[in-house]
């Protein structure tokens, strides 16, 4: 395991743990003036660059271990913060604070760690097929088309469980968020196509890197 692949793990746990744990504040849209968002999902998206990153560089089974590191992060957090919370506090307002702002739900976590799982592991599998069909071609195509698919289940899922099943909200208005929160996603992938082609160049051209069977390996020149 090189620096760069620690490197991106590291960067992959960190934008994961705290994208959960900033899910807590709602952001308003500037569009959408009576709807919000978590403000996690302006970061979380930026999860899938990274993991597919690490599927064209190091393959999937490299991408699969950065997700499970992930989860155990993600879970440890939880426990760390559950832990602070029964924790007494000597000032009640403070404490009500900190509960108002890191408490999630069972229902909530549960949620999340469920579509994070599914949709990443998703992303990898989808991400190594088109590469298996298109060689080194089309990197637009496997970043995006991964991408796309495994977002969609992510919303669905979370929405899901979450929304539709744990508060019992409408469908119809559940509907009408996963369509915003999907178009988000894919938008904010399309967007970053570009630094995905950034990011794989300078991996091929300035770490001295070359391929083997669709997987790169720390070259000893």
């Known amino acids: 395991m090189n620096t760069l692949?620690?490197?991106?793990?590291?960067?992959?746990?960190?934008?994961v743990v705290v994208s959960n744990?900033?899910?807590a504040k709602m952001v308003q849209l500037p569009i959408f003036y009576d709807f919000s968002i978590p403000a996690g999902l302006i970061t979380y998206p930026l999860t899938f660059l990274l993991s597919d990153l690490v599927t064209e560089i190091f393959g999937a089974k490299k991408a699969r271990l950065m997700v499970y590191n992930a989860?155990?992060?993600?879970?440890?957090?939880?426990?760390i913060i559950?832990?602070?919370?029964?924790?007494?506090?000597?000032?009640?307002?403070?404490?009500?604070?900190?509960?108002?702002?890191?408490?999630?739900?069972?229902?909530?976590?549960?949620?999340?760690?469920?579509?994070?799982?599914?949709?990443?592991?998703?992303?990898?599998?989808?991400?190594?097929?088109?590469?298996s069909w298109t060689g080194s071609r089309f990197l637009w195509l496997r970043n995006n088309g991964s991408t796309c698919v495994s977002q969609l289940?992510?919303?669905v899922l979370i929405d899901i469980i979450f929304l539709y099943w744990g508060l019992e909200m409408g469908f119809r208005e559940v509907v009408g968020i996963m369509?915003?929160?999907?178009?988000?996603?894919?938008?904010?992938?399309?967007?970053?196509?570009?630094?995905?082609?950034?990011?794989?160049?300078?991996?091929?051209?300035?770490?001295?890197?070359?391929?083997?069977?669709?997987?790169?390996?720390?070259?000893?020149?």
């Open 153 to 155: 289940i992510d919303t």
């Open 71 to 79: 989860l155990a992060m993600n879970i440890l957090s939880f426990g």
């Open 82 to 131: 559950q832990l602070a919370l029964i924790l007494p506090n000597s000032i009640e307002e403070e404490q009500q604070a900190f509960k108002a702002v890191l408490a999630l739900s069972g229902l909530r976590i549960f949620s999340s760690l469920t579509a994070y799982i599914v949709a990443q592991i998703v992303d990898i599998q989808l991400y190594a097929l088109i590469k």
């Open 5 to 15: 692949y620690q490197f991106l793990n590291a960067a992959f746990c960190v934008v």
């Open 179 to 221: 369509l915003i929160s999907y178009m988000y996603k894919a938008l904010f992938s399309f967007a970053i196509t570009p630094l995905f082609y950034l990011a794989v160049f300078l991996v091929k051209t300035n770490w001295n890197f070359k391929y083997r069977q669709g997987v790169v390996y720390e070259s000893k020149m």
């Open 21 to 23: 744990i900033i899910s």
